[in-house]
Every structure is written in C-alpha cells, then in structure tokens.
C-alpha cells in the first residue's frame, strides 16, 4: 500500500505505508530508550530519601551515563555500518533493557552490600547505580546510528526531517509517561524498584515485532540520490565544515534537552518546593509540549518543501524559530515558582526538542557508507561535554543551591548552533525546478 503525490517541482512521490509504520516503530524504540533513562530521573527524590544520594553523587551518575553514551556511539556506529541495524538494533535494545531491569535491585541489600567501598558506609548503591547507568548509556547509545541508517534506507531527505521528528518524538512520550506511570505504581503501594523492572522486561516486547516489521524487506538500499543529497561526493574540506557545523549544534541541543530532563524533577521537587505529584504532572506537561515542538519542526519542513523552499533554506528558518524558543530558558530564574515558570519551561522544552529533527536530517545527508561511525564521533563529543556540564552542575547545585547559572547556559547556548549553521554549513546544490526561496 502507497500514498502518492505531487511535490513542488513536479517529482512523484510514493511513500509506502511500511516505511511510515518502521518510522513508528522508530518512535516506540526512542520511547524505551527514554523510558528507561529517564526513570531514574523521575524516582531521583525518592531515591534521595529512601537511598541517601546526594546531588553531587546524582551529577556523576548522570555523568558517568553520558560517557558511556559516548563510548557506545563510537563502538556502535563503527558496528552499525557493517552491520546494519537489522539484528544490531535488536541487541542494543535487550542490552539497555536489561540494564534497566537491573537497575530496580539498587534496593536490595545483598547486591549493592557487594559494591560498598572501604571506608564509605552505604557508597554500595551510589556504585551499583553508577554501574548500570554505564551500561544502560553504552547499550541506548546504539540506537540512533541504528535509527539514522533505517531512516537514511526508507525516506528521501524531503521527508526525513519529518521522519527524524517522529523519531525524536518517542523521546518525549517517553518521558511523559514515566512520571504518570510512576504515580500510578506509587498509588498502588508498589516500590519504585518496580518502574525500573516493568519497563525494562515491557522493552524485551520490542524485539519480535521488530523482526516481524522487517523480515523479507531490504535495508542496505537508500532511496535515489538527489542533488541535495550529494554531501558523500563532496570534497573533505565540505565534508569538514559540515561535521563542525554538526557539532557545534549538538553539543548545544544536547546540553540543553539533557539538562532539562535530568534536572528537572530536583528543581522543581528541592528548589520551588512542588510535591512529588505536581511535579510529575509538570514533568509529563513538560514533555507533551516538547513532543509538539518536535513534530512541528519537522513538518515545517515538508510544508515549506511541498511549496517550493529548498529543504536547506526550510531548515533554516526552522532552527531559527525554534532556537528562540529554546532561549525561553534563560528567563526561568526571573519567573519566580507560579505559572509563568511552567510556562517558561514549556516553551523551551518546545525549542529545545524541536531542534533535534534539523540535527538527524542533516546527519543522514553525511555519506552514507560511514552514517554510523560519523554520528557516532558526533555523538561521543557531544556527550563528553555534556558529561562535564552535568558533573559541574551537580557540584554548582549542591554548593550554590541554585539553578540559575545553569538556565541562562541552557537558553543562549543554541545560538552557538545556529551561528555555525548559518555561516559555515557549506551550500547546497539545488534540485532541478526547486526554488531559491
């Protein structure tokens, strides 16, 4: 089955119902991906009474994530191309599921007893913590290279912005529904060790109906190169500024969407004094409007191609807009703790996701041959400066009591990324009968 029709310049498209359906399938594996790491997130006030972390110990944890994350984009993405996502994808799932599984016995004596160090009673669980953060960063890293190649076979670079915001999405339905979920395992008496089980044995339920999606289907082939899809022919010098331009704006997207999700709950649960409950309505609030952020900036998009704008000038003038949005951060320390703060946050998170779809569109343009090794140098510095902003924040938190400093970095710093792509991204070629617009 195939919906069909007109582009601007007179292409026609034929976009099947399967490619669709993976591109939902790519969302439900983003949705675990954040399920998983953001539970702990969610449960970190709880765990901070029940357990005795600190924020400094919750920093390094976060950090010790990203740095694992980055390791496992390099491993992955070297994998990823020789490979193919077919059955890496299917690994990498079970491996950050059953990390998280194991995450859920923090709470039991007899295994984080094992972990304690000499000298530092109860240090067992901030180290059985840490540990299966490790994992579970290593293991979700290898997701996206597996997300960029089966995009990058499956829809041509008008639609992958769209694509890549379906994608992204998962990330925050994800997050939406954990701290819901959380509330509702708490309303029924069940510990918090329980979220971390469920979700990782529910993320085991992926694995066979992904091998049903693709079974009989071909991966390895990518859609007819077009002209604005001519990066892998292009000289290293181009090849050059576009992975500079590439990391400048993840590394500006990265701090700011994982700060705020990481961040968040202590923020509102420590610092404006919001109960546990108000605080996982807003967090779920948060994201639902990150979600529609991350949508709009990708069929935004399409829109303006389906118009005759070139798909590079299209992202432009996306990024803009939601950089703008992104900054809303910068105000949160003038907005005091009333509506204007949830406000504040809203948008932002809006800006902040919806930047991600312009960022995986444009990977999938790098040659495609080496999609997962490059995304996964990208991703492996981008999380390596994320994981000494984290650390660093924990410290500043704990010594200062205050987020502020954090927020006005979180807000300016995309136009760090923007900059870079408005003045270095090499230009594109132009299709045949495509605008200049």
């Avoid at 807003?282 to 979600?291: A, C, E, Q, R």
């Avoid at 118009?307 to 950089?323: P, Q």
Wanted: glycine share 10%; charged share 10%.
């Amino acid at each position: 089955m195939e919906f069909l029709g007109k582009r601007a310049d007179g292409e026609r498209s034929t976009i099947s119902v399967w490619a669709w359906s993976m591109c939902g399938m790519l969302l439900l594996a983003t949705m675990l991906n954040y399920m998983d790491r953001q539970a702990l997130a969610v449960n970190s006030p709880k765990l901070k009474e029940e357990l005795g972390l600190d924020e400094q110990q919750y920093g390094h944890i976060e950090a010790s994530f990203g740095y694992a994350f980055a390791f496992g984009a390099l491993f992955f993405g070297f994998i990823a191309d020789r490979m193919g996502p077919r059955y890496l994808y299917p690994i990498v799932l079970a491996g950050w599921s059953l990390a998280g599984v194991a995450t859920g016995l923090a709470g039991k004596t007899w295994v984080t007893d094992a972990f304690e160090l000499s000298g530092r009673p109860g240090s067992g669980v901030f180290v059985w913590l840490l540990i299966c953060r490790v994992v579970l960063g290593a293991f979700e890293a290898g997701h996206w290279p597996c997300a960029f190649l089966t995009l990058r076979s499956i829809l041509s670079s008008k639609d992958r912005a769209l694509g890549s915001g379906i994608l992204q999405s998962g990330a925050s339905i994800g997050a939406i529904l954990v701290p819901i979920y959380v509330t509702l395992v708490q309303s029924y008496g069940l510990s918090w060790e329980f979220t971390f089980w469920s979700i990782g044995v529910v993320g085991l339920l992926w694995i066979p109906v992904w091998f049903f999606m693709v079974w009989g289907q071909d991966l390895s082939l990518a859609p007819a190169t077009r002209p604005e899809e001519s990066s892998a022919n292009e000289s290293d010098g181009k090849l050059f500024w576009r992975l500079m331009t590439l990391a400048c704006i993840l590394v500006t997207l990265n701090i700011g969407w994982q700060f705020l999700r990481a961040w968040m709950p202590l923020f509102l649960v420590d610092y404006h004094k919001y109960s546990q409950k108000a605080m996982s309505y807003i967090v779920s609030g948060y994201f639902i409007s990150s979600d529609v952020g991350c949508i709009l900036s990708g069929a935004l998009v399409t829109f303006l191609a389906a118009y005759g704008w070139h798909v590079d000038r299209a992202r432009k003038l996306g990024f803009f807009v939601f950089v703008l949005l992104a900054g809303c951060a910068a105000f949160v320390p003038l907005a005091g703790s009333g509506p204007f703060l949830i406000v504040l946050l809203y948008l932002a998170g809006a800006g902040v996701l919806g930047l991600h779809p312009y960022y995986y569109a444009m990977v999938q343009e790098l040659p495609k041959n080496h999609i997962g090794l490059l995304s996964g140098v990208l991703t492996a510095s981008g999380w390596i400066v994320l994981s000494v902003f984290q650390a660093n924040v924990g410290t500043y938190v704990k010594q200062n009591a205050s987020y502020d400093l954090a927020f006005y970095v979180v807000g300016l710093i995309p136009v760090i990324g923007l900059i870079a792509l408005l003045t270095i991204w090499p230009k594109p070629l132009q299709s045949a009968g495509e605008s200049t617009r």
